[in-house]
């Protein structure tokens, strides 16, 4: 089962009064019904929120609509389609579908949104019709609504943005998908349906994911300090060896020198250890900056050796032409 039937399954339970179960239906029938002046047809794919909606159209309105279901043509799921055909016109007004003269309602009364839970129930409805969330597991978090309505679809976000979780809304595939992409927003949105248990499951393993990546990026940055560790020992140590094979250590003071037989006493230590290791074996204490500064004199003897080499070699082919 996905996470997405997974959450629809345990909102789909969830006790409620009378106000939030209309702002709820509404989100349902605005969303993913068709109509006309005899009937009303109400098709999901979970069977949970199918009984889910029968309850809600026989609590308010007193009467028991029809289910039936049938293959899915798209995939392997099964399509449950609930349909109402009596006080049909009652309905569609009272939900704030239509108006008075049978014309649909863009924007939502603000009866069926009345307070902070009956937007709450309104949103939950929403996600039982066109939402789906990814598993926190998978490499991705993300959040989505599909709507066919551009205006519903700016009014929703403008809820969820009353929530504060950055939902945006774009065009793609003829329909206007809303999406919230940041991983404690979505987990804000399950608290806001009131998907507890979907909360915890998805907490903890987004807790887990977050420390298991800040464990990686601090590995990785380890590592990369590891290896800066060994190319600059390793480039101390190739200076070295050019002006040992110059016999050029007496242009050097004593304390330069002395940087020289630690650095290959100790290949691998960095400079900050190699400080410690001299201060501590000499008694003659020295700080990082101080060891740097030594081996950037050995870089620069190194170098002036290795230019006047070359220029030598370059001297003597020209007079070998």
């Known amino acids: 089962m996905s996470f997405t039937s997974r959450v629809k399954d345990e909102v789909s339970q969830i006790d409620s009064n009378r106000e939030e179960q209309m ?3 509404s989100a349902l029938v605005r969303n993913i019904s068709t109509f006309n002046s005899e009937r009303i047809v109400i098709t999901v794919e979970n069977s949970k929120v199918a009984r889910r909606i029968y309850t809600l159209i026989k609590d308010i309105y007193y009467i028991n609509p029809t289910i039936t279901d049938k293959d899915n ?5 099964r399509l449950f389609s609930i349909t109402i055909t009596e006080k049909v016109d009652l309905i ?20 069926i949104l009345g307070s902070e839970e009956e937007i709450r129930a ?6 039982l019709a066109t939402g789906s969330v990814n598993d926190p597991k998978t490499s991705r978090y993300h959040l989505e609504f ?16 009353g929530f504060d979780l950055n939902a945006k809304v774009i065009l793609k595939d003829k329909k206007y998908m809303i999406y919230v992409k940041e991983a404690e927003k979505i987990g804000d949105f399950l608290r806001i349906i009131s998907a507890n248990q979907a909360v915890m499951y998805y ?7 977050d420390h298991k990546n800040m464990t990686n990026r601090l590995n990785n940055m380890e590592q990369a300090n590891i290896d800066k560790i060994i190319d600059s020992c390793n480039e101390q140590l190739h200076y070295i060896e050019i002006i040992k094979e110059s016999d050029c250590l007496n242009l050097l003071d004593e304390r330069t020198i002395e940087a020289i037989q630690y650095r290959e006493k100790y290949p691998e230590s960095s400079l900050q250890e190699l400080s410690e290791i001299i201060s501590l074996e000499s008694e003659k204490p020295i700080t990082k900056s101080g060891l740097n500064h030594r081996f ?6 190194a170098l002036r050796i290795d230019s006047l080499k070359k220029e030598k070699e370059n001297k003597e082919k020209e007079e070998n032409k």
């Open 23 to 25: 702002s709820e239906l």
């Open 73 to 77: 043509a798209f995939n392997r799921s």
């Open 92 to 111: 569609l007004k009272d939900l704030s579908v239509i108006d008075e003269r049978g014309i649909y309602i863009d924007c939502i009364p603000d009866y």
């Open 122 to 127: 309104y949103l939950r409805g929403i996600f």
């Open 146 to 161: 599909f709507i066919d309505n551009s205006m519903e679809a700016e009014n929703v976000a403008k809820l969820l943005n």
């Open 203 to 209: 907490e903890d393993i987004r807790i887990y994911r």
């Open 296 to 301: 950037r004199k050995i870089k620069e003897l």
